[in-house]
């Protein structure tokens, strides 16, 4: 079975580098490396789909979301939506404490 294929969003690329930012500001070039890697370990696991261990559906917000957090000490989740063709679309990354509705893109 082939794996999906990742749609990073022009938000969700902002929110890795606002996110990477702040934690290099605020904790360091070490953290800041740690948290990159953990974004870049959710990204991977994404790629074997949205049904990964660890995911959880969010249909109350739109149809197909989901969303995965990521590995501590990361706080982070990864908001994403699938779509055909084995696309998953990378929508956000938020802090768990973010309302997502109001956060989440619309079409």
Known sequence: M????LVVTGPARSDI??????TRAHFGS???AIYDDKIAEALA???QGPDVPGSAALDTV????GRLALRAPARHVVVYRAGEGRRLFILRL????M???RH???E
């Open 62 to 65: 739109a149809p197909a979301m």
């Open 94 to 97: 938020l802090h768990p404490a």
């Open 2 to 5: 082939t794996g999906w294929t």
């Open 17 to 22: 580098g606002d996110i990477l930012r702040w």
């Open 30 to 32: 070490a953290q800041a």
């Open 45 to 47: 696991k994404l790629r």
């Open 104 to 106: 989440h893109p619309r």
């Open 99 to 101: 309302d997502l509705p």
